[in-house]
């Protein structure tokens, strides 16, 4: 499931962590907390020691961030698995979570240059771009990556390539 070509991005926030233990120990964060990371692929919800209130980050494929608060806990009783359906059919509880509180409205890539209108294209490999994929609106690209005629300029780079954005 992991790319092999995948970036480890916990090992300089663990470092930083690290080096700034002693001057957060006073403060009570991270105190007593194992710290690490894993393959979110081999784990599961359960297997995650949480606190409630705390914001938990988890970050896949280099630019996806998915941050998590757990505001609240439910204990699994006898009556989480009860026939209810009329039939002697189990309805399983567990299947209505986790609950979904909040969820952010999707808003539209903005172009990386100029930062002022949504993004057309999203660029790979381009030996003027910091970033890849590197996402653009059509004004931008079109000053960056073409010439006088409109025609792509093929000395952006080797592996070159644009796609049609979103």
Known sequence: ????????????????LKETTTDRANSGNHQGEALGSF????HTFADLSVRLGVQYRFVHQ???EHVLKFERVRVA????KQPTDGDGNMFRY???YPVTTYTLKPRAQKCGVCTLYAA????????ILIET?????EICFD????DASGNIILEVGPKFQVESFP
Request: net charge negative; glycine share 4%; charged share 20%.
């Open 1 to 16: 499931m992991r790319s092999p070509d995948a970036v480890d991005y916990s090992i300089p926030v663990l470092q930083w």
């Open 143 to 146: 000053s960056l990556h073409r």
């Open 62 to 64: 280099g630019q996806c």
């Open 94 to 96: 567990e299947m209505n």
């Open 77 to 80: 009783g006898s009556l989480w």
């Open 133 to 137: 994929p590197a996402f653009l609106c």
């Open 120 to 127: 057309k294209y999203a660029v790979h490999d381009s030996a």
């Open 39 to 42: 393959k979110m692929e081999d």
